[in-house]
């Protein structure tokens, strides 16, 4: 596999940045199943893949969201053209016999309801960074959140399934609106070890 050149680096890493402001554009359907389509790929425990993702784009419903969003998050979700809903289903051992066939006891795995839901978040965390960076390939910009209230968000999108919401994420076309200076990241020796 060959190294993606720096254009391709900055984009995903280096010139990338958390957006608070939007430009008016709509997301065509098309491009949120091309997102999803690249997210599926990435990696998990036993390809167990808990993640579920509720596209919020209609005015009723960013609304909803909205009211459920701390107060400096709710004009983001508002403004943005879709908000994303990352979830994590609890029920995720169901979906082993096809998506781990080769092992027929996965689903068996994960018979604790502790280490169920610590690997439902755990891999739908990862499924959510696949996420930014699917979206950031695909030429959108991507503004994660935490603010808002969980319990409220569940009731409200996932009622009747055994799915919690992990974090949101607004993605569209960003602008300058409301971008921080670049805040400062650990150098290697403080973050990291070769042993």
Known sequence: MAKLDATALAQLFTEARTRNGWKPDAIPEAVLRELYDLVKFGPTAANATPARFIFVSS????????????????????AAPVTVIVGYDLDFPETLPK??????????????????????????????????LAARALGLDV????????????????????????????????????????????DFA???QIV
Do not use: C
């Open 99 to 132: 998506l781990f066939p080769h092992a027929p006891g996965a689903k068996d795995w994960f018979n604790d309801p502790v280490a169920k839901e610590w690997g439902a978040l755990r891999n739908s965390s990862l499924q959510g960074g696949y996420f930014i």
């Open 143 to 186: 503004g994660p959140m935490s603010g808002f209230d969980n319990a409220g968000v569940d009731a409200a999108f996932f009622a009747g399934a055994n799915i919690k919401s992990n974090f949101i994420a607004s993605i569209g076309y960003g602008t300058d609106e409301g971008l921080f200076p670049r805040n400062p990241r650990l």
């Open 190 to 192: 403080e973050a990291a």
């Open 59 to 78: 005015p009723e419903a960013k609304a909803k969201l909205a009211a459920l969003a701390s107060g400096s998050n709710a004009p983001k979700i508002l």
